[in-house]
């Protein structure tokens, strides 16, 4: 049969189209029908990579006795979890309810309203090992929905309005020193002293905790950059990265880094990038390779013919002819060049593409490859060109020139103005910053019951239900979206010395501490925010007209938490100075200018008296 997936832009939604289930995608259209026909809704959500989403559409949504089941008594929806992260985040949130096992495929009944009365995750399609097959839970949900149907509704109301509850976290104190030191032997506390990196089994790369160590390292935390370098060297040396091409998997199912979960996701790769980058920067020599073999990942196979990067690489390929998780990954180069590698989501997503001009701006700076810059320049223009709309509003995604109508979100403003910030600083074109600016300048104009709120608002169908969560603090893969604004807006601070930005930084993690602080393997992007915002104020400008110049290199090797560090020529600085980002006025002559908080030292020409101050 013909569903309503034949023209979606999400290569996940269209890969069910031949399903003989009659899906829906996410939006109102899908609640009306229920409502007409007084049916629940099972809202499934997944992604593109996501191997068991793969495993349950083949087993039971391509089943025809199945769908027959679902077509006479449901309404389906499907989405795309990169496509919407709102939608994703409250009903893993309402999911929460039913199950502590929560992941993808996530599988959500809902009443017509919304409201969300059972979850699970993958379903086999008979019963097995004490769990019941999917059929079993189908008509379980339609025995529930039938004969209680008055106990359904209320149990639904009762998680509706613990979501909606929830609201916004209460504010605490930002961490000093001292507490971001305990963050520290927090998660040292959690090292398997074994065989690396936090926790038994599976494994993931945690970039962000990675980041914030680092962060930790560069203000002078000797035990935060051990563990952050024995991590990285760990990992770079595991199964969880690929020799040949060079990115990482997102997670290993073993406890030594063996048996990964075979998806290579763009976030994850963008955030390890800045890692390695800023490992190299902290001990020479510990993690260039590792950075360069990230690159050719992303440029080699990510990176999209319109511009900008794909999302991420399928986990399962086809292998003379077999279908098999892994199985491409198992081969030599020679090998694989006979083989079809596995299939990429073209789906093109601001914020990941934030994340990702971010990486290659900070690397190609840092590590002296202009090239990096370029292709991250690329990918900011084409996502400037493609993803911001005339009144100044994102949009979420794109494939080739088709663009998605899902709404963007507050990680879609701040990772892309994170990146677009750091782009600035490392090419010299003041053009990314000030729209960096426009985006937090947007987002500030939008602040609700948080300093940062999201242009245009929520995603209308959760909004129309009551059930778009106020704030989603939850992170742990990568930044939220409250972290990579607070992010975004510090940075900006930096450049222009206007103190609202920081201010509304600061009030964005004050709402996370007390979250953070106890749990920060869960939150190390807000961590390394909050590290930034207990640093002093370090900012480098170097004017030179040669980029390769002695006193350039010193300026790029240099990372320290909660400054910045550019070169530019004396025109890019007149053009920042005129563009109001008040660091670089008066930088009229070739220089190093060194500052605390924007008070600066006499101007410095010679490289090794800049390298004496900065180790000072």
């Not at 639904?156 to 520290?184: E, F, R, Y």
Request: net charge negative; with cysteine.
């Amino acid at each position: 049969m013909s569903n309503h997936l034949t023209d979606a832009v999400s290569p996940y939604l269209r890969s069910h189209a031949d399903n003989p289930v009659d899906w829906f995608p996410w939006g109102d259209d899908a609640f009306a029908e229920a409502e007409r026909r007084d049916v629940p809704l099972l809202v499934s959500i997944g992604y593109s990579s996501c191997h068991w989403c793969h495993v349950m559409a083949r087993e039971s949504f391509g089943d025809a006795e199945i769908a027959r089941l679902l077509n006479d008594n449901f309404v389906a929806v499907k989405v795309d979890r990169e496509e919407h992260p709102d939608v994703d985040a409250s009903y893993l949130a309402a999911a929460g309810a039913f199950t502590e096992n929560l992941g993808w495929p996530l599988n959500v009944f809902v009443t017509p309203q919304g409201r969300t009365f059972y979850a699970g995750t993958y379903w086999p399609p008979v019963a097995a090992g004490g769990h019941p097959s999917f059929r079993q839970v189908l008509e379980s949900v339609l025995d529930a929905w039938r004969e209680r149907r008055s106990e359904v509704e209320q149990n639904a109301a009762v998680v509706a309005a613990a979501i909606a509850d929830q609201g916004v976290p209460a504010a605490g104190a930002l961490p000093g020193t001292a507490d971001l030191g305990l963050a520290v032997m927090n998660v040292l506390d959690g090292e398997d002293t074994e065989f690396g990196g936090f926790g038994r089994a599976p494994k993931f790369p945690v970039a962000p905790v990675l980041l914030f160590l680092l962060e930790r390292a560069a203000d002078g935390d000797e035990g935060a950059r051990a563990l952050a370098a024995r991590t990285l060297r760990t990992m770079a040396g595991s199964g969880l990265r690929d020799p040949i091409e060079g990115g990482f998997f997102r997670y290993a199912t073993a406890r030594d880094w063996t048996e990964p979960h075979y998806e290579r996701m763009l976030y994850d790769n963008a955030l390890l990038l800045q890692a390695y980058t800023r490992l190299e920067q902290l001990e020479p020599g510990s993690g260039r390779a590792t950075a360069e073999g990230i690159v050719s990942f992303l440029l080699g196979v990510l990176s999209q013919p319109g511009g900008g990067f794909a999302s991420a690489q399928d986990s399962e390929s086809t292998v003379d002819g077999v279908r098999v998780e892994g199985g491409y990954y198992a081969l030599d180069a020679v090998g694989r060049a006979a083989q079809r590698p596995p299939a990429v989501d073209a789906k093109v997503l601001t914020g990941w593409n934030g994340l990702a001009i971010e990486a290659l701006a900070t690397a190609g700076f840092a590590l002296s490859r202009p090239d990096w810059v370029a292709a991250a320049r690329s990918a900011a223009d084409a996502i400037l060109s493609r993803h911001l709309a005339a009144d100044g509003t994102l949009l979420r995604a794109s494939i080739g020139e088709r663009v998605s109508s899902a709404r963007a979100t507050l990680e879609d403003y701040g990772m892309l103005a994170a990146g677009l910030v750091a782009l600035a600083a490392a090419s010299g074109e003041v053009g990314y910053a000030s729209a960096a600016r426009g985006l937090v300048d947007r987002s500030l104009a939008a602040a609700g019951p948080t300093p940062f709120g999201v242009p245009g608002g929520a995603d209308p169908a959760l909004a129309a239900r009551g059930l778009a969560l106020e704030v989603d603090p939850s992170e742990g893969a990568y930044p939220s979206g409250l972290s990579a604004m607070a992010s975004a807006s510090l940075r900006l601070y930096l450049l222009t010395g206007h103190g609202p930005y920081r201010q509304a930084s600061e009030r964005a993690m004050e709402l996370l501490a007390p979250l953070a602080v106890p749990r920060p393997v869960s939150f190390g992007a807000a961590l390394a925010v909050m590290s930034a915002l207990a640093a002093p104020v370090g900012q480098l400008v170097v004017v030179s007209e040669d980029a390769g110049s002695a006193t350039a290199s010193v300026a790029r090797g240099w990372f320290r938490s909660g400054s910045v560090s550019t070169v530019v020529t004396r025109a890019q600085a007149a053009a920042f100075a005129t563009a109001g980002f008040e660091l670089f006025e008066g930088r009229d002559r070739e220089a190093a200018y060194l500052c605390e908080a924007f008070v600066c030292r006499l101007p410095l020409t010679d490289p090794d008296e800049l390298d004496r101050a900065l180790r000072s």
